[in-house]
């Protein structure tokens, strides 16, 4: 079966760049997408097909993919965006996330 | 814009059928396609399965024959039967809208989240 890898965690300070890498065969082939999950929320799409952002969501979330790999970048991170962060993408009509990502700013 | 609410019965013992709804309101079944995801208490996240407005389904293949999505377009509802359940069946359940094109998709839009516990 499709798998997808992230990190369990990423610290990153106040105000710098984040970014949680998502890997799984040949993902740059399929569209991927990210959530944003807070404790006790559902989550919360943030970007979509690669690097497409849902309206409402600030423009410091980017999304990119190549290759094996998918990526989400938080630019000038702030304290609010300290949430678990899943990818998603798909493989043979499943649906298929990542283990997501801790995402710690510090 | 479209909202999704879960509900149904909170505990289920072990072995029986676990049996959850999801409402949906300013948006049609009609189109797209409507999904289960699942969540046990800490972990991430996993997908139950989906279906489409026409009828037809997919699931987890890790959950095997143990799943069944149904649509009732007629009250804009659909719902998951799981059968079978242990303790690890145990989680928050989530329905969300799948919108998808050729090359996979997305869940746009998703309920609240019901947490279900299968115990004795």
């Known amino acids: 079966s499709y798998e997808l890898t992230q990190p369990p965690s990423v610290s990153v300070s106040p105000g710098q760049t984040a970014s949680i890498t998502c890997s799984g065969d040949?993902?740059?082939?399929?569209?991927s997408c990210w959530f944003q999950q807070k404790p006790g929320q559902s989550p919360v799409l943030v970007i979509y097909?690669?690097?497409r952002r849902p309206s409402g969501i600030p423009e410091r979330f980017s999304g990119s993919s190549s290759g094996n790999t998918a990526t989400l970048t938080i630019s000038g991170t702030q304290a609010m965006d300290e949430a678990d962060y899943y990818c998603?993408?798909?493989?043979?009509?499943?649906?298929?996330f990542g283990g997501g990502t801790k995402l710690t700013v510090l | 814009q479209v909202q999704l609410q879960e509900s149904g019965p909170r505990l289920v013992k072990p072995s029986e059928t676990l049996s959850i709804t999801c409402s949906v309101s300013?948006?049609?079944?009609?189109?797209?396609?409507w999904s289960w995801i699942r969540q046990s208490p800490g972990k991430g996240l996993e997908w139950v399965g989906y279906?489409?407005?026409?009828?037809?389904?997919n699931h987890n293949p890790s959950l095997k024959s143990r799943v069944t999505i149904l649509a009732d377009t007629s009250k804009n509802q659909f719902s998951l039967n799981l059968t079978s359940v242990t303790a690890a069946d145990t989680a928050i359940y989530y329905c969300?809208?799948?919108?998808?094109?050729?090359?996979?998709?997305?869940?746009?839009?998703w309920g609240q989240g019901a947490l279900v516990t299968v115990s004795s």
């Open positions: 097909q690669d690097n």
């Open positions: 969300a809208r799948y919108f998808t094109g050729t090359t996979g998709g997305y869940f746009d839009y």
């Open positions: 040949k993902l740059g082939d399929k569209y």
């Open positions: 279906i489409y407005s026409s009828g037809s389904t």
């Open positions: 998603q993408s798909w493989d043979s009509s499943t649906v298929v």
């Open positions: 300013g948006g049609s079944i009609s189109s797209h396609f």
